[in-house]
């Protein structure tokens, strides 16, 4: 929203202007998949070659290891879309798919997983896309994302799953291999920003 601010974290959660929640939302039935939030994309790639992966602060053979314990056997099938959000930018993060939020797994910094940084990972089943999942990375000391969304919301893209506290970063994994995305062109590229609800992929 265009408006003053009393304090800095009254500007960083911030929501979406009416204006501009209209405009996202004109776009709704033209795209496959849409950006979850406002970022720099710091890296595309896949889990068989994830050497641009390395900011959850552990060896990349280990967080495939780590995922694969927590339910994601198929992890090397996995495309991912690396998403930096900096202190400025808008920290609601969006659902990117039309789909049925299916499981939630949150991972604190005292667990083995991930270094020392926060992980929430939310699966969303899309009849067509299969599973799309969204790694919440809350960085050093962020230890929160407050959820507006749980296990068995049916979600709609553009449509708000919940907030960060403070700096961080998303992942998203999906399945290039399923039917529906065979042949599609990435429609963001690596070490650009972009805006919440821009395409990903189009219909």
């Given at each position: 929203e265009n408006k003053e601010y009393k304090t800095f974290m009254d500007f960083f959660t911030r929501k979406l202007s009416l204006e501009k929640w209209f405009e996202i939302n004109q776009n709704d039935g033209k795209y496959l998949m849409a950006l979850p939030c406002e970022c720099n994309v710091e890296?595309?790639?896949f889990f068989n070659n994830p050497k641009n992966i390395l900011r959850l602060k552990k060896p990349v053979k280990n967080v495939i290891e780590d995922l694969k314990i927590l339910g994601l056997y198929n992890i090397?099938?996995?495309a991912y879309i690396n998403l930096k959000l900096l202190?400025?930018?808008y920290h609601r993060i969006?659902?990117?798919i039309n789909g049925k939020i299916t499981n939630i797994i949150e991972i604190t910094n005292d667990d083995i997983f991930f270094g020392k940084n926060n992980l929430w990972i939310v699966t969303i089943n899309n009849s067509f896309l299969g599973d799309v999942y969204l790694l919440l990375v809350g960085e050093?000391?962020?230890q929160d994302f407050y959820f507006k969304k749980?296990?068995?919301?049916?979600?709609k893209m553009f449509e708000e799953i919940g907030n960060f506290n403070w700096g961080s970063q998303v992942i998203?994994?999906?399945n290039k291999k399923c039917k529906l995305l065979k042949n599609k062109n990435l429609y963001i590229e690596s070490k650009k920003k972009y805006f919440i609800g821009?395409?990903?992929f189009l219909i």
């Open positions: 890296s595309i790639g090397e099938e996995l202190k400025v930018y969006h659902s990117p050093l000391s962020i749980g296990i068995g919301s049916n979600v998203i994994l999906y821009e395409p990903i």
